[in-house]
Every structure is written in C-alpha cells, then in structure tokens.
C-alpha cells in the first residue's frame, strides 16, 4: 500500500463474474456500473479494507479480478480504467 | 470445403458439453478462477476490459453463407449485433456472458465451428492465403495442407502445453498474401523441376516485442514430409524452448539464441528419425483431403465479360475492379475482396445486418464460399465476371462498397485500449482518424500501394512491424504515444519495419503519417514506384527530416 503522503484516492473496480460487465464497489457492498457511485476509500487504511472486502467478493463468485484503481472528481484517473467505466471510444461507424 | 466427418462432430459436441460442465461449477463456486482460467482459455474465453471475449477459429479463413449466418446471429443474440474479424483469420465477439457460452459453443457446433486453438499454449488456428482455391497464381490449394496440419495439430497430446503459443501459416503462390514469413513456422508451397510439389520451410518468424523474419531450414520439403518435418521442429522447439521467461519462450528466440546453422542440424536430426514412419503423409489421403477444397461446379467462360468491361464506364466500378478483384484461376470468374474498411469504421468489424447480407451475396453469386483475409477484410472467392457489378451494387447497398483494397486506408488494427486488457493505446480511433483523413479515393488511388498497421501494445496484433507504416500505441506516464515504423513488409520480401524517431502524441499522429506520405508523392521516381519500393531506394533520412525538422 501506498505510503500516506503518496496516496490517492481509490475506487475497487473488478469485473461481474456471470455477465464480464466493468464493475465498481458501492459504498453498501453492492457492485455498480457506474464509477461515480464508487466508494472512494480517502485513506490507505480503507483502501485495504475495501480490497479485503472485493477479494472477498471475488472468493464468493459474485466478481473477478478485483483491483482499486485511482479516483478524482468522481472518475477514474487512467484512461484505461474512463474506457473501462464509459466504453469504448470507437464506434461502430457506418452502416447500412 | 471441409466436412467434419463422425468423428470431428462427436469430438467438438462433447468438447461443448465438457465446457458447459465446467462453466456451471465456476458460476456455482465449485470452482475457483484460477482453476477455471486455463479451461476457458483453452475454448477461446478471454476476460477484456469490458466482458467476456470469445474468439471463435474460422481454420484457414474459410466460411460458408450457413456458417457467417449463423455468426451475425451470435452478434444479434449474444453481442451488440457486430462481430470483429481478427488479423489471425478468426473471428471476436467482445460484448459475451460467460453464463451464455455454453449455448453459442453449441449453436457454433451445429455449423462445424468452435472456439479450440484460439488461445493458450498450444498450435493455433491454422492461417492460409485468403484467396486460397481461387487464385490465378498458385500451384496448388494452400488450405488442403493447413486442414492437414489441424487434424495433426489439433489436441496433440505432445503439444498441448508448449513453452508458448505456436502459429503456422501456409501459401501456395509465389506472392506471398499469408505473411509466412513472420510466423513460428512459415510454409511456402512451390512445385520442383520435376513437377513435385513440396515447401519452403521458414521457421522462427514473428513479431511481438521482439520482431524477427523467419529462417528458410528447408527450401524444398516434399508434401509426404510435411507432418514429420513440422514434428521435428516442435519436438526441438518443446524440449529446448526457454520456460523460464514468458517474452523469450518463442520459437523465435530460440533460433536466435541457436543459430540458424544449429537449429537446422537439430531440426534435420529429429527429422531422420521420424522420417518415412508413421507421420509420413500419404499421396492418396492428400488427394482425399483435397477433395474437399475442389473447385465448386463453375461454368465454362469466356475470359472477357463484356458486361464487366461495360459497367467500367462507371468509374466507381472500374476503381472497384481494378482494387477489389484479383485474378481468378478459371476464366471468366474474379475473386472480390470486401472491404471491412469504409471511411470512419473500426477495421474488421460487420454488423449482423451485414454479415446476413454478405452471406446472401455468397450463396447466390460466390458458390456459397468467403474467406477472411488476414488484413481484416472478407473474401468472395469464386465471383462471375458478369456477376460482380451486381455484386459491387449489394456491395454498396450495405455501406461495404468501397475500392480501397491495398490503398492507404485499408487499415489492420488490432482492438487496442477499447477492448483489450493488454493494450496500453488506442489503435482503432487512430485507424479511423486517418481513413478520415484519407477519405478521398482520388487521394488514396494517387499514393497507390501502401499498408498501414497499427497495434495497440508490443504485442503487436495490428501487425504493425510488418506495416509500410507501422504504428505502435505506448503509455508514457499515463498518455497515449504513437511510435512510426518504415519499411515493414509481410510478403516474399519480408522486412522488419525500423523505427523512425521519437513517438507522436495522439493529436500529432495523423498529421505525422500524412507528412511521410506527403514525402513520398514528392521523392517518388514516378506514379508507378509504390511507398515500400521508394523506402528501400531513399532509406528513411527524408521521411525523417520530414518528420522531425524543424
């Protein structure tokens, strides 16, 4: 875990282990679509104790590969984990 | 094409109903995902960014109507009503449940199709050139040995956990479509003096983070030996193939590391031994394999169709004749490429809609048979020279008209950061900027030639070391840059693409590539030196000037 000065704030994201879906840990347990509904975890202390709670998650089959990812102003910081919580940026472009 | 016979039916059902087991223990909790991982892997599941991806083979790139029918209704049913045709000939659907793969291994199994040797350890999927059994110039049916390597290939007990993944390409025309070279083994069919047909063997091509051309080990192996020989070659590659470091268990590096002269001596020991026994591949279950590919019933023609050269008049059609139709071995008859890559769309993808339209426009007018080409497009292998500007309307009618097959815009792009876990960029909304850019076909058809490919991550799926242009995405500290390659080549010229200079950001990418081709229309000799030929004249000072001067 990050040392206190170094961190910043995290959401737990994993993946729905029935449907694939990009999923984010809600602050009453249940897991969301949407990174704004995200719990944020302020310190590195709730931060391992969100990633206790997703792994324990992930252990009763509800997701999978469960990770915290940064969070600011209610969005994931990297571009991977936007694309992850807003979808693809590319279209399907023309059809018929 | 290949019929399953009892065996490959019982073989693929019970393989559906094995996974259809396993999937409800993980989704009960019998099972754990690092137990469940390997099994799903092994029937082509991946987990991408967004859902469950499931990779289906497509052996060799041969379709039928039936077959693509029943993929654009996976897309409708299963996925967000598109598909994705892969640089491997296969076929992707990126939106699936896991709790719904049961069932689509099932639906695919009733049209002889499954999800085996797409992903894992193991000989993959089989690719040939994409004009196989129609080509003009090719001395026999590439995919009679590609159906003859997956029967041998497929669950082979000795070669089901290798130090890595392995890819074996055939072609059978001295112009090389099937990129042999940059495969872990390369087969390159041609007939000797005295009209016996065999291979050139290239083994230890590839791309990845380390891109390397293939080594000829044979120039001329006999069909008979094709089995034995590709045996010895794994049996080398399974005991001396690096374990210990997953970016250097290829085949590749193992060559390198080796030596071309030692890996040959090694692979021609192991091949005395097994040479002229049980692997040896009888002449007449060739001639039984080849059967299947025999030429569907075509007419008898005249080689010139006034209504071909009629509706040129149209210079629409005649720039889609002159880009889209090759060379078809009977006369009278032309081979129409599809392109995958009208202006603005990802590359390779195909709605539904469009996948039931093309299989309409197969069965009535292309013997019920497609391909798909490695460089993401769809094949009409067997077209009526009177048929096709029937055909070019159909074509249009479903936005899939446009004659920029080999132009500047018929862009490979692997799925990059949109979809894939592995990708550290994107490569689809930089492939559909440029077709944008590149929008003109009086434009494209005045740069001719030239291939751009563009992956999202080293590990190079877009086959970007092989592009004209290659592009490669990279992170650097969290945004996207994009690398340029020159010079790269996947035919029977083969060439490892070199790095140009410092990357681009995402903004600079576009107005970078349209620099280097800018410079080219201005160093050409003439109109008739294509991009690649002009790179080997001038090497990469101009473009690099171009591009980096300020």
């Known amino acids: 875990m990050a040392k206190k000065k170094d961190f910043h704030p995290v959401a737990a994201t994993a993946n729905d282990l029935r449907s694939g879906a990009v999923v984010f840990r809600e602050p009453d347990g249940r897991w969301g679509t949407e990174a704004r509904r995200a719990e944020i975890a302020e310190t590195p202390e709730d931060a391992e104790r969100l990633l206790a709670r997703a792994k324990a998650d992930h252990d009763s089959c509800i997701v999978v590969e469960p990770v915290l990812i940064e969070m600011a102003e209610g969005r994931p910081v990297a571009l991977r984990e936007r694309i992850r919580d807003t979808g693809p940026t590319a279209g399907i472009g023309r059809t018929a | ?550």
């Open chain 2, 1 to 550: 094409m290949y019929r399953y016979d009892e065996f490959d039916h019982a073989f693929v059902r019970e393989r559906v109903a094995e996974f259809r087991d396993q999937v409800a223990r993980r989704l009960s909790g019998e099972m754990t995902e690092d137990q469940f991982k390997p099994l799903r892997l092994m029937n082509g599941v991946y987990l991408q960014l967004h859902a469950y991806m499931l990779r289906i083979a497509i052996p060799y790139g041969t379709l039928s109507s039936k077959q693509l029918r029943r993929l654009a209704h996976i897309g409708r049913v299963y996925d967000k009503g598109s598909g994705h045709f892969t640089t491997r000939q296969n076929l992707q659907f990126n939106w699936i449940k896991l709790a719904d793969v049961p069932q689509i291994l099932e639906e695919l199994a009733e049209v002889e199709m499954h999800a085996i040797q797409t992903s894992g350890n193991c000989i993959r999927n089989v690719t040939a050139d994409h004009f196989a059994g129609a080509a003009a110039d090719e001395v026999a049916d590439p995919r009679v040995y590609a159906e003859i390597l997956r029967q041998w290939s497929s669950l082979h007990p000795e070669f089901s956990f290798l130090p890595r993944k392995f890819k074996l390409a055939v072609t059978a025309a001295p112009h090389d479509r099937a990129a042999v070279q940059v495969h872990d083994i390369g087969l390159h069919m041609k007939v000797d003096d005295k009209g016996e047909r065999g291979f050139a063997v290239w083994v230890g091509g590839g791309q990845g983070r380390t891109p390397m051309v293939a080594k000829k080990v044979r120039d001329f192996l006999p069909e008979a030996d094709l089995l034995s020989y590709c045996e010895a070659i794994l049996r080398i590659y399974n005991l001396e193939g690096r374990r210990d470091n997953k970016y250097k268990a290829r085949i590749k590096i193992l060559v390198h590391e080796t030596g071309e002269a030692e890996i040959t001596r090694a692979i021609e020991a192991e091949f005395a031994e097994l040479q002229g026994k049980a692997l040896t591949v009888p002449a007449p279950e060739i001639e039984r394999i080849a059967r299947y590919f025999a030429l569907p019933d075509l007419e008898t023609l005249r080689a010139r169709s006034e209504v071909y050269e009629t509706a040129k008049r149209d210079p629409a059609f005649a720039l889609f004749a002159r880009r889209n139709v090759h060379a078809h071995k009977v006369p009278g008859y032309g081979i129409v490429t599809i392109s995958l890559k009208p202006t603005g769309a990802p590359p390779g993808d195909a709605t539904s809609e469009q996948m039931e339209a093309i299989a309409d426009i197969a069965e009535r007018y292309s013997s019920d048979e497609l391909r798909v080409s490695h460089e993401q497009n769809l094949v009409l292998p067997h077209v009526k020279l009177d048929d096709i500007p029937v055909v070019f309307a159909q074509l249009q009618k479903i936005g899939l008209g446009d004659a920029n097959a080999g132009f500047i815009t018929d862009i490979i792009a692997c799925p990059g950061l949109d979809f894939c876990a592995l990708a550290n960029a994107r490569s689809i909304p930089v492939a559909q900027r440029l077709s944008e850019r590149f929008e003109d076909i009086a434009r494209q058809a005045e740069i001719g030639d030239l291939k751009i490919k563009i992956s999202g991550c080293i590990n190079a799926c877009g086959h970007h070391h092989v592009g004209h242009i290659g592009i490669l995405g990279v992170d650097r500290k969290g945004e996207e840059f994009y690398q340029i390659t020159l010079g790269g080549s996947g035919d029977e010229t083969c060439s490892i693409g070199e790095i140009v200079g410092p990357g681009f950001s995402s903004d600079g990418i576009v107005d970078a590539v349209e620099t280097v081709v800018d410079t080219y229309l201005k160093l050409r000799i003439s109109a008739d030196e294509p991009f690649l030929a002009a790179y080997r004249r001038v090497g990469q000072a101009p473009f690099k000037e171009a591009l980096y001067a300020r």
